[in-house]
């Protein structure tokens, strides 16, 4: 046997030694990890999406290319999930997911339904393939301002913790199935971009786009009582006056025109799951973090400080709120911080965001891709990554 499952994970995650490892990367920081930039790391493909065609075709080429990835992926989530379920999971998910995938608003409902066929695989797994990123990543997203005023964006993507650790290679089973998944996906409407997103192939909403000379976005996951999972089944059961954070922000990126306008939107449309949503401008002071409730929201803009964050030329938001400390077994906040301060605000930009991001436990076992946005500049590029040992899990 090389890996273990969902219950051993959790136990390895919750050791002496791995609690131990996160402990000493972010409390004992000294200096930011060295890095080369720009990095050799392998550049995430690309995929142009044409808004023009009907809504279940447009993923076609796609998932043409990335179907065997995709039914891999679905095979480790169910090799993980069903051994708590007596194999039943799975049935069930195929037998009322699709159900479910029928009260998504178009074009996502007909996308989906597009997505399973090529793929050959049932609606109701793709839906469930769909909403694990709603309500199960952990992330970093960094926004700097350099001294002329130029607004840079980043983020570590997280995903995978606890769903099955290969005890050979030191990694996490659905993490390095996601790595071939990872595209630039170009949306475009008469040829032209509308914007720009970063998704796990058979995914259709976004965790992190840009719109070309107008503003970035990232999403983090925020655990609370109250969370995704309580949403959801207010769906199922038909209260379905909520956004999947996911669509609301593919949403605000196709039809949104500017930085002020995508903070009301994304502060005031009531959300399926609480999240954090960081989104960046592409002038001097353009920068928020929104910690959403499901209704409610927190602004913190760029250039106040903040708990632990004095330097107000930068922000850096993980999956915990920005006035509380994190918790002592997950703390990449202040090892990003420390090493923003340690660089400068003279360096400030993509090379120092990179830095930060790369700095252990920022980078760990479950960090998938790290995105660099420039929407001034319309540049935006995304980096595969993994995390040679020592490490942290998480």
């Not at 890996?3 to 002496?16: H, I, N, R, V």
């Not at 996502?108 to 339904?113: I, K």
């Not at 909403?131 to 970093?140: A, Q, R, S, W």
Request: glycine share 8%; proline share 6%.
């Amino acid at each position: 046997m090389t890996s273990f499952t969902l219950l051993t994970g959790l136990f390895l995650c919750l050791s002496p030694f791995s609690l131990g490892l996160n402990e000493h990367y972010s409390q004992r920081f000294k200096h930011c990890e060295p890095t080369t930039y720009p990095p050799s790391h392998l550049v995430a493909e690309k995929y142009v999406l044409n808004l023009d065609l009907p809504p279940a075709e447009r993923w076609t080429g796609l998932i043409e290319r990335k179907k065997e990835h995709v039914v891999n992926l679905i095979q480790i989530l169910k090799d993980n999930l069903d051994v708590f379920f007596n194999g039943r999971l799975f049935k069930f998910i195929d037998k009322y997911f699709p159900y479910l995938a029928k009260t998504l608003p178009e074009p996502y409902r007909d996308e989906l339904a597009g997505i399973a066929k090529v793929a050959n695989t049932s609606v109701g797994e793709i839906t469930l393939y769909n909403l694990f990123y709603e309500i199960f990543t952990f992330c970093t997203s960094i926004i700097v301002e350099g001294e002329n005023g130029h607004i840079y964006h980043g983020r570590n993507l997280d995903f995978g913790i606890l769903m099955g650790w290969d005890i050979q290679n030191h990694t996490w089973l659905v993490t390095e199935a996601l790595h071939p998944l990872v595209v630039e996906v170009d949306f475009q409407r008469g040829g032209n971009t509308v914007f720009k997103s970063v998704n796990f192939a058979g995914y259709i909403g976004v965790l992190t786009g840009m719109k070309p000379d107008a503003f970035s976005i990232s999403l983090d996951e925020r655990f609370q009582l109250n969370g995704g999972y309580i949403g959801i089944l207010e769906w199922i059961f038909g209260k379905r006056d909520q956004k999947w954070a996911g669509f609301l922000l593919r949403e605000i990126m196709e039809k949104v025109p500017n930085f002020e306008t995508a903070v009301e939107k994304a502060s005031n449309a009531p959300l399926l799951a609480p999240v954090y949503l960081i989104i960046s401008g592409t002038k001097p002071g353009e920068g928020m973090v929104i910690t959403r409730d499901r209704k409610k929201y927190d602004l913190w803009r760029l250039g106040q400080p903040s708990f632990q964050q004095i330097s107000t030329w930068f922000l850096v938001e993980t999956n915990y709120d920005h006035w509380k400390s994190p918790p002592f077994f997950d703390n990449r906040r202040t090892p990003a911080i420390l090493c923003l301060n340690e660089q400068g605000q003279k360096r400030a930009g993509w090379e120092g965001i990179y830095r930060a991001l790369s700095t252990k436990p920022v980078l760990n076992k479950v960090t998938t891709y790290t995105t660099l946005m420039d929407a001034r500049n319309n540049s935006m590029v995304t980096y595969l990554r993994d995390c040679p040992d020592p490490c942290a899990p998480w």
